[in-house]
């Protein structure tokens, strides 16, 4: 099948080409973005295989299935930037990857805690100066603390088990309760419930109209004074905005995203030369108890190498009318 793999980032290829054996399918890299201006890059093509910062909204699926593109294959597992609805309506099969390596996302989350609660980057940065002060470096133990999780799904899972290893408590707040997570331990609460008793909230639910900006002025006001927040979901489900005003009031004491809201415009590319335009995303950056990183907690050579070995598969899945295990329905 010849396929239009959208977006594609510098280590994408290898990693494509390895899995894609004795080229069964003709794969083309795009470094454009897909959206309803780039659409005429589709022309010729079965399959559109598209990434986090490609968006398929009604406009650009009718221009797809005018084109003749039958499949559209995420290479994550959030599709809320894909118009579904319209893509069943023009008969393209909607495809992405429900599960990835859970671990790289729920490991990345941890990281976020510990950098923010350990200060290690600023220790980093301080050591190499010859500062061996202690001073402004203290953190808390993880032992004991209450940590919510809101969206006990497969990522979510992974982060409560490692969590429960530092000897935290952990409450969670989902559409579903996980007997597993249950029997492990695990108590579920209602969201303001979760908000008032966390000491450290960690977001793993999937963007979707009731979850966005569920993170907004009321959310911030009902928290435990100083809790973390961490985000390694999708951007919108936190309303910077108003993330900020929570910042300069300590009611968020620590904020730790690898996602962001408007990320489409400046993440996944180095704009080190280029003058940001985003003024709530530069003030966010401006706080020192905000620690940002650019939408990064998939990125593992494991997490990598399923990327494309699901994508591969769910192309001959397609292509051999096999049953579609992976289809958004
Ligand atoms: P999943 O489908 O296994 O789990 C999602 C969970 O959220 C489910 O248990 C679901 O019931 C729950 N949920 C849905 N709506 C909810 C709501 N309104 N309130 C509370 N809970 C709700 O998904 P997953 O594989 O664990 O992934 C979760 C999200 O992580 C994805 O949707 C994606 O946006 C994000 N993600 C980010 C990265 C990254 O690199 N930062 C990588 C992969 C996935």
Request: glycine share 6%.
């Amino acid at each position: 099948m010849k396929i239009a793999v959208f977006g594609t980032q510098f280590y994408e290829e290898e990693y494509f080409n390895k899995y894609n054996s004795g080229n069964q399918h003709e794969l083309v890299f795009f470094k454009e973005s897909l959206n309803s201006k780039t659409t005429h890059l589709a022309k010729g093509f079965q399959a559109v295989c598209v990434f986090v910062t490609d968006t398929l909204d009604k406009n650009c699926i009718e221009k797809l299935a005018k084109l003749g593109v039958k499949l559209i294959d995420l290479r994550s597992a959030g599709y809320n930037n894909v118009d579904v609805k319209s893509a069943k309506t023009n008969n393209i099969k909607v495809l992405r990857l429900p599960t990835y390596s859970p671990q790289a996302i729920a490991e990345h989350a941890i990281a976020l805690i510990l950098t923010l609660n350990r200060k290690t980057h600023k220790a980093y940065n301080q050591v190499r100066e010859n500062n061996f002060s202690l001073q402004n470096l203290m953190g808390f133990n993880l032992h004991g603390k209450t940590i919510g999780v809101v969206g006990t799904g497969k990522i979510g899972r992974a982060f409560c088990c490692i969590m429960l290893g530092f000897g935290c408590k952990i409450i969670a707040f989902d559409l579903k309760e996980n007997e597993d997570l249950k029997r492990k331990g695990i108590q579920y609460k209602t969201f303001d419930e979760l908000l008032s008793k966390s000491d450290i909230i960690s977001v793993h639910c999937p963007l979707t109209k009731e979850t966005n900006h569920l993170f907004d002025t009321k959310a911030f006001d009902k928290l435990k004074k100083g809790a973390m927040i961490i985000n390694t979901s999708r951007g919108a489900i936190i309303n910077a905005e108003e993330a900020i005003i929570a910042l300069k009031k300590e009611q968020i004491r620590y904020l730790g995203l690898d996602v962001y809201e408007k990320e489409s415009t400046i993440f996944f590319k180095d704009c080190s030369q280029t003058v940001i335009q985003d003024d709530v995303f530069e003030r966010l950056l401006s706080f020192n108890n905000v620690l940002i990183t650019p939408h990064q907690a998939f990125y593992t050579d494991e997490a990598i190498s399923e990327i494309a070995e699901i994508s591969i598969k769910n192309f001959t899945d397609f292509e051999n009318n096999l049953a579609l295990e992976n289809e958004v329905k």
